[in-house]
């Protein structure tokens, strides 16, 4: 969707180092959240949030952190890579009542 | 853990033919939301069932909401190549808006 942007679009990382995956939206969408799909499991949440500074875990959130400092921004960040946070991971914003419209997604490879 | 169950996990079909795709869960949804993805990007919203036995086309696409809340299907008629794709069934939970997605329906198309 022309509206949400994710950067960037692959990165190859190492084990052990930081890695902060972009999502950015220019519609004003007060709600954000992060996905990952894995072959077999879908699209699992693993933050969101509901509002600038107003951030909630969702169902797969250890080892990861979010920040949302302006409502355009919502920034995920994985605090020391390991190889089974290997995913494709999506943006998302909310439209309506559960209108998601998501990201063409990050395809994050831990090596 | 994953709270709706999508079968089949994938299929292959030729052209022209009608595909029917399910989703069930043990959990009563009050909204079931379907969702394709093509190769690469990421999922869009295709049909929201808001009411039980709702009955609701989209096109060659016709989805249902079960008497039960506790399940849904899909059908597409007449498929054709660009029908390719994962179908995700999915429903509200908690709070935030927050969906929770099934595993996914693999399609194939021959043409």
């Known amino acids: 969707d022309a509206g949400i942007t994710q950067s960037p679009r692959h990165k190859v990382t190492e084990t052990g180092t930081p890695v902060t995956l972009r999502c950015h939206q220019t519609?004003?969408?007060?709600?954000m959240y992060w996905y990952r799909q894995d072959p077999g499991h879908g699209l699992r949440l693993i933050h969101y949030?509901?509002?600038?500074?107003?951030?909630d875990k969702g169902e797969v959130s250890d080892g990861y952190s979010v920040s949302r400092s302006k409502t355009e921004d919502f920034l995920l960040t994985l605090e020391s890579a390991t190889s089974s946070q290997t995913s494709v991971y999506f943006c998302?914003?909310?439209?309506?009542?559960?209108?998601?419209?998501f990201g063409s997604g990050t395809r994050l490879t831990v090596v | 853990g994953q709270q709706l169950n999508q079968s089949p996990q994938s299929m292959f079909i030729q052209e022209g033919e009608d595909v029917s795709m399910n989703c069930t869960s043990s959990s009563i949804f009050n909204t079931w939301l379907w969702y394709k993805q093509d190769p690469g990007e990421g999922p869009v919203l295709l049909i929201a069932l808001y009411k039980a036995g709702e009955l609701t086309s989209n096109g060659r696409l016709t989805a249902q909401f079960g008497i039960t809340r506790k399940d849904s299907f899909l059908n597409i008629s007449a498929s054709i190549p660009s029908d390719v794709g994962i179908y995700f069934c999915?429903?509200?939970?908690?709070?935030?808006?927050?969906?929770?997605f099934g595993g996914g329906t693999r399609l194939m198309v021959k043409p």
């Open positions: 949030s509901y509002g600038v500074k107003d951030t």
């Open positions: 998302a914003t909310l439209v309506g009542a559960y209108g998601y419209t």
């Open positions: 519609e004003n969408h007060r709600y």
């Open positions: 999915a429903g509200p939970r908690g709070a935030g808006n927050m969906l929770t």
